[in-house]
């Protein structure tokens, strides 16, 4: 993000998020410059250059394997990310363990390591059927924004791309471009946390899930203190009731919170903003000039 809040100082921070949550890790910066906005980019950079990008992202020529590694990295792209969660008919386990190992070598993938701990072993007692089932599961990142783009957005319309038709993709982008863009202003938010929190040393940071709850944000310092956070990518103020939820889902997994923390696209309500709650932090978007 620090490189597009300097090559396009020009623009306003929602716009910067917006074209890193697209081109970040794209090889071709300079290319961006020539046009007007991130729409025209989309489609002078990515579509109008579909066949080169297509090579680019074929990572082996046996058609099969490359058929199944797209229907992964789809998955993951739409999905909710958990490792296991692309187990379908058509893939099995043991081959989406091949499939992983071979995107993990190649630093297509990451993982995120689920921070859930296990249901704890009491002598005499047994866990119901659906606990005994229970999987704590990692979840996958992938390893740059362009190619998360390139799985959600262009993967899915192959075939019209190929014949110049873009109108389906016009329509995703429509519907959901701004969904797309909330992960990665998530993602940015935890690295903000680790920057701007000085009170103590954060010595994590990451999402948090477990059997019951999602948080977008959950930091942990060197003295044991934890940050719960909600980030909102939304054309509309974050207002009490959003931290109030996020309490509520702090307190259902049991999570001691020293700090709650709102990152808003759109600010925040006069109640938050005339807030004197010293365990509260709020950041607009300004804070994310920092970055």
Known sequence: MHAFN??????????????????GGFCDIASLHRYENLHENIIHNILERFDEWQSHFRYTSDNLLQHDLDTLLFRIAVGDRKSHSIYKNDISQPRGKELYKL?????IITKE????KPFPKIPGHFLKKELRRYQIEDKILFADNFTRFWFTFIVPFYDEIAKG???????QLAENLDKYISFTFENLS???IRKVFTQEHIIEAGSYWDKHIELDLLAKTDEGTLIAGECKWKNQRI????LNKLQKKCEVANLKI??????????FSNELQKSKDPTLLLFDLKAFERL
Do not use: C, P, T
């Open 6 to 23: 300097q090559d396009f100082s020009y623009l306003d921070i929602v716009e910067r998020i917006g074209y890193f949550a697209v081109f």
């Open 103 to 107: 995107l993990y070598n190649r630093g």
């Open 113 to 116: 390591v689920s921070r859930e």
């Open 165 to 171: 038709d873009f109108q389906g993709v016009h329509a």
């Open 190 to 192: 935890n690295k903000l």
């Open 239 to 242: 207002s009490k009731n959003i």
């Open 258 to 267: 020293g700090y709650f923390a709102l990152f808003s696209k759109s600010g």
